[in-house]
């Protein structure tokens, strides 16, 4: 790889698949965080995925049919899949190669007051599904966690885009009867690109990349609603407000970013699967390390990652005014030491050739299952080893997934976390540190001990190396990317006479923890125009008088 001219910072994360539990617990925050709204009820910044399954939006992973990412010319250069200038500017009133409502869900809640309000019968009265667009009475067809834990997974998973890529001797070994499924769970965000396709298709110049950290924002002033964006990104990570008429898409909750705080879905992780940190890179060389042929774009994203403990690296980073903490916050980095030191980590269809950021260690857990039905003992290194062609979860899936169908990259990854789980093994049992079964993956007694402290028992500070915004650049953070920053921004108009609310709105009690407490230790019993505003009983405290 030729010596980099510029240094550049990038956010980035990664996941633990081996340590996802399916719980939605960061989809759930970050859907109230920023899109617990009208115009968003369909959006899902992080939504969480079983696969094999459909995915969200339906079948998003269908590039034939959706048009997104970039694809390699015949002369080694790159163009949007969805066609170049040319033929934006044709389509551009009028963009229908997207997902439609039914591709994501129509949104609904649940007519919950018919529970409260029904008159006295012999019937109980029941809550029925109403849709958030129309207000209408809905049936529930579809949503954005419909294959949840393989339900209805007979029916949907052989349309399932990565099992259909999958070459006839794989299929074989894909069941989808109950006992002999497969199944994991896969968090997705935005994939905050080093090559954004999303950036390249919006006509109106919207989509921009912070040259500080590298997060991928809409400029919700210059947004003019083309839609384009949401054609050109290959993840379908970007969704189109429709009371707002503008595009919106996951923040890496950069405000907290900023004062050094992870991102919300990291912070409420239950798992504690995410990782977040901060890599270095020459911006030169993204479009060349993109271009390469399907079968070296992971060691090309690999090489774009520049060593920070170079001292070549860090002068170039001081010369573009990195700060020292940045720079430090980069040799520290638990995403660089997993992506690039350990070598366990993998972005998600490299092959979309967007670069994405956001990297996932594939998950090794059925494979201990798999021995144990066998009568094996199912830690021990020679089983381990012998078993990774013969995982329940093939080999083939998680490549087409991670590695633009490369398995040997894959079972590379898997050995050394199975050594590791080996390894580690004796070290809790006493039986010996096993330094032929660290060198049988290449690496050190020492290297899957650090291994297994940052995969396993890392702290808070070792998962999370952020480091803060400057007050010097204070001015250059001010960003107008999320229609919450303030009152009245796009996306959070009054209600009009016009359809501008989508649907009605759900009464919800909201009260402080303060004015809680107050209440509860009150002497007197609430005022009745303190309960004025206090919709159900999931706050009642008793401490007031009965209507």
């Known amino acids: 790889m030729a010596k980099p001219k510029r240094v550049m910072a990038q956010v980035g994360m990664v996941m633990n698949l081996d340590k996802c539990i399916g719980c939605h617990t960061c989809s759930v925050t970050c859907k109230q965080a920023w899109t617990n709204r009208a115009g968003t009820e369909y959006v899902w910044f992080n939504n969480v995925e079983t696969r094999p399954g459909l995915g969200y939006p339906r079948r998003y992973e269908d590039q034939e049919k959706w048009r997104g990412g970039w694809v390699r010319t015949s002369s080694g250069g790159l163009k949007l899949r969805s066609g170049g200038r040319f033929q934006k500017l044709l389509s551009i009133f009028a963009s229908p190669v997207q997902p439609e409502l039914g591709d994501y869900y129509e949104p609904w809640t649940y007519d919950y007051q018919n529970l409260i309000s029904a008159p006295l019968g012999d019937d109980f009265p029941v809550a029925r599904p109403k849709s958030l667009i129309t207000g209408e009475d809905t049936k529930i067809t579809w949503s954005a966690n419909w294959d949840d834990s393989l339900g209805g997974i007979h029916e949907t998973g052989d349309t399932d885009p990565v099992v259909q890529k999958l070459r006839d001797q794989a299929n074989e070994k894909i069941k989808f009867e109950y006992e002999q499924s497969f199944m994991f769970f896969l968090p997705r965000i935005c994939e905050h690109c080093l090559n954004p396709s999303c950036m390249a298709s919006c006509p109106s110049g919207a989509i921009y990349k912070r040259s500080e950290d590298g997060i991928v924002l809409v400029d919700q002033n210059r947004c003019r609603g083309w839609r384009q964006c949401i054609t050109g990104c290959p993840y379908k990570k970007i969704y189109f407000n429709h009371r707002s008429g503008k595009a919106e898409k996951c923040t890496f909750c950069y405000p907290r970013l900023e004062v050094g705080l992870p991102t919300v879905c990291a912070e409420t992780c239950v798992g504690r699967l995410r990782y977040l940190g901060i890599i270095l890179y020459d911006p030169d060389a993204v479009t060349a390390a993109a271009s390469v042929p399907d079968d070296e774009l992971y060691e090309s994203q690999l090489d774009l990652l520049l060593d920070p403990h170079d001292p070549e690296v860090v002068a170039l980073a001081k010369a573009g005014g990195m700060s020292d903490d940045w720079i430090a916050a980069a040799q520290r980095s638990p995403i660089y030491a997993l992506i690039k030191h350990f070598k366990v980590a993998l972005p998600l269809h490299p092959e979309y050739r967007t670069m994405p950021m956001v990297w996932y260690i594939p998950p090794l857990s059925p494979v201990v299952d798999l021995l144990k039905s066998q009568g094996h003992d199912a830690e021990a290194a020679g089983n381990l080893f012998g078993a990774i062609d013969a995982l329940r979860i093939p080999?083939?899936?998680?490549?087409?997934?991670?590695?633009?169908?490369?398995?040997?990259?894959?079972?590379?990854?898997?050995?050394?976390?199975?050594?590791?789980?080996?390894?580690?093994?004796?070290?809790?049992?006493?039986?010996?540190?096993?330094?032929?079964?660290?060198?049988?993956?290449?690496?050190?007694?020492?290297?899957?001990?650090?291994?297994?402290?940052?995969?396993?028992?890392?702290?808070?500070?070792?998962?999370?190396?952020?480091?803060?915004?400057?007050?010097?650049?204070?001015?250059?953070?001010?960003?107008?990317?999320?229609?919450?920053?303030?009152?009245?921004?796009?996306?959070?108009?009054?209600?009009?006479?016009?359809?501008?609310?989508?649907?009605?709105?759900?009464?919800?009690?909201?009260?402080?923890?303060?004015?809680?407490?107050?209440?509860?230790?009150?002497?007197?019993?609430?005022?009745?125009?303190?309960?004025?505003?206090?919709?159900?009983?999931?706050?009642?405290?008793?401490?007031?008088?009965t209507p």
């Not at 070792?462 to 107008?480: C, F, G, M, S, W």
């Open 395 to 545: 080999v083939e899936y998680l490549a087409e997934l991670f590695t633009a169908g490369d398995t040997g990259i894959v079972t590379d990854v898997l050995q050394k976390l199975a050594a590791m789980r080996s390894y580690m093994r004796g070290v809790t049992l006493d039986t010996g540190r096993d330094a032929e079964l660290a060198a049988a993956v290449g690496m050190t007694p020492e290297a899957i001990e650090q291994l297994y402290r940052l995969l396993a028992i890392a702290k808070y500070e070792d998962r999370y190396v952020i480091p803060k915004a400057h007050t010097e650049q204070a001015h250059n953070l001010e960003e107008l990317a999320c229609s919450l920053d303030y009152e009245d921004g796009p996306g959070m108009y009054a209600s009009g006479p016009f359809g501008e609310a989508s649907g009605r709105p759900v009464p919800v009690a909201i009260e402080t923890y303060s004015a809680l407490k107050q209440r509860q230790q009150a002497e007197e019993a609430a005022s009745a125009a303190a309960l004025a505003n206090r919709a159900g009983m999931l706050n009642w405290d008793a401490n007031e008088d």
